[in-house]
C-alpha cells in the first residue's frame, strides 16, 4: 500500500485537559411524547432530586458538591460548563435536532422568573459542551426545577447523558459503570424468590387464569402513584410494570388475548387516600368495569395518608366486596433509598389474605454492587431517586408475573372476608361527589359562594394504553375572585373528605377549611409546587353527626380550586 500521500497536521494540538466532572445522566433512555403545546418533550423534575441523581451515578461523590448543584448559586460557583450527548437508539432519529434545557425556578415567580438554560443538540452521539457562563443567570435563580427535552417528533428515542465539568479547585471520583444484566441467571431468580412476600389466597387469582384460559373477557387493573402511572418508562404506554404484567398475563394465559383488558389509573404523587376517592371513577369506571385482577402499588406513595392506613385497609376492603370477586394483589414497590412502607401495609394483606409482592425484598439485598447475588444496581434500576427505569419496571413486573405463575401450583380454599378489621375500614363506603356528578346526590346542602368558575387546569396522566395524558378529573369548583364567599357543605355524615387542586400558579393562594364554625386547618396549594390532586380529610370517622364544612378563602385576590369532594354516611 502507498502511503507517501497519507499525511497528519503538521503541528497537531495537545489535547484539551479535561476538568473533573459529575455525571448528571448517563446513558438514560430519552424519549419524546406530544404535549398540549404542540411542542413534544420529556420533562423531568429536579426540585430535591439533583443530589440523588448524581449519587445514583457515583455514589462517593461528596456530600457538599451533589447538594451544592441543586442550589443555583452553587451551581453557577461549582460548574465550569455542561456536555450534552444524544446517542439514536433507532436509525431514523439520527441527526435529528433537540433542545435540552436546564429550568431554573425563580425566587418570586416559581416557573417564570429563574433562567433557562437552553442548549441545541443533535442526535449523533457527538458531544458537545456549553459554558455556564454563556446563560445570564442571576440572584433571582433559586434552584434546579426541570429538565426538558425538547424535539419535532413526538417519538424520538435516545441514550441522553449530560455531564456538568467542574471548575478549578473541585474534584469528585469517576463512576464505576455497571455490568449488563444478566436476566437468565440463577441470582436474577432468587430476587424474584425473594419478592414473592405471601403467596395468600390464589382461587380468585386462578379463576381469573382459568377465565382467560377458556376465552371470556378478562380486565387486569391498577391503581397507585407515578409508579404505576409509568413514570421513568420509556415509551410510557408499553415499558410500564403495568402493562408488561398485562401484556405477558394475555400472551401466556389467555385463549384470545384480545379478551385481556388493561386498566391502568396511576396518578402521581398521591396516596391511597386518594385512591380509596376515586376508586368507582378510575378503575370501575363508574360501574361500567369489572376487573377480575386488582393490583394495589402505594406502598411509596402512603407517607401523604393522614389516616396511617386506615384508607389503604379501605380500599382493599372497598375492593374485596366486588360482585365478580377481584382477586387483589398488593404490590410494594421501593424508592432509591430502600424504603417503602411494608411495614406498615403488610399486616393488611395478610387480614385479607391478599397474595403480596415486594420489590424492596427482592432487589435491595443485592444491590450493593459486592453483595452475593448482585445482578442490577441501583443506577440500573432507578431512573431517578423515585421511579424505576424500563430495566426497573421490568423488575416489578417480573416479580408479580413469578407469583401469578406460582399460584398455578397453589390451592386455597374459598376466600373469606374477615368480620373484624387490621386498622379500620372506616372509609371503604365513601361516596365522592364531582362537579359534574353533584345533581346524582341527595341528603346535602351546598353553596357555592364564590366557587363558581370551572377550572380544567387539572392534573394528568397516561392512563391505560394511552400514550398520551389525560386529565384525571373532568372539573372543579373554582374560585371566581368577586368575592370571599365560601363554599359550604352541610349534612350529615360520619366523615368528610375534599379534593383540593395544587398547583405552583402564584395566582392561587391559601384557604381555611372550617368545620362547625372551627378553623380545621390552612390548605396552601403553592405547597407542593405543580399541578396535582390532593385528599384531606375534614371531618374523620366518628358517630354520625350533623356537619357544616366550608373551604373559606383569606386573600381577596387569590385563586382557588375544589376537585371533589367526599363523605361517608355510616
Known sequence: MNTTNVKGPVAPKDPTVKRPKVYFMLDDLVATSFADDGKPKELRFLENRVAGNVKLICPDIPDEIAGGLQKSAEFMKIVHSIGVIMDPEREEDRDHPMSVVLQHYGKTDRYNSGTRMSMDVLCDGAERVFPVSDFPCTDEDDILGTLILFSDSESLQAKGTIIFYLNDGYTVPEPVLDKPIDWESDDYQKILERSLMSMGNTTRLRRAIEKASEGEDVTIAFIGGSITQGAGAKPIESKSYAYRIFDNFR????????????????IGGTSSELGVLRYEKDVLRNGTVNPDILIIEFAVNDAGDETNGICFESLASKAFHRDNGP???????????????????????????????????????????DAEGHVISKRQYFYDIYHPTNDGHRVMADCVNYLIEQSLAHVSDEVSYPEESCLGRYYDKTVTVYPKTIGEYAGFTVSFGDFTDNDTDLQYAEKDLDHHGTYTFDGSWSRGLQSQEPFTVTMKCSSFFFIFKDTGDPAFGPCDVVVDGEVKYEYNPLAIGWTHSKAMLAVPYGEPAEHTVSVVP?????????????????
Open 554 to 570: 383569606k386573600s381577596p385576590d387569590k385563586r382557588f380550586s375544589i376537585v371533589a369532594f367526599a363523605f361517608t354516611k355510616d
Open 251 to 266: 400472551n401466556t394465559y389467555a385463549e384470545d388475548p384480545e379478551k385481556v383488558h388493561l386498566v391502568k389509573a396511576g
Open 327 to 369: 382477586a387483589v394483589i398488593l404490590l410494594f414497590s421501593v424508592f432509591m433509598n430502600d424504603w417503602n412502607l411494608q411495614e406498615r401495609l403488610e399486616p393488611i394483606g395478610r387480614h385479607y389474605d391478599y397474595p403480596m409482592v415486594s420489590v424492596l425484598d427482592g432487589v435491595s439485598p443485592q444491590f450493593p454492587a
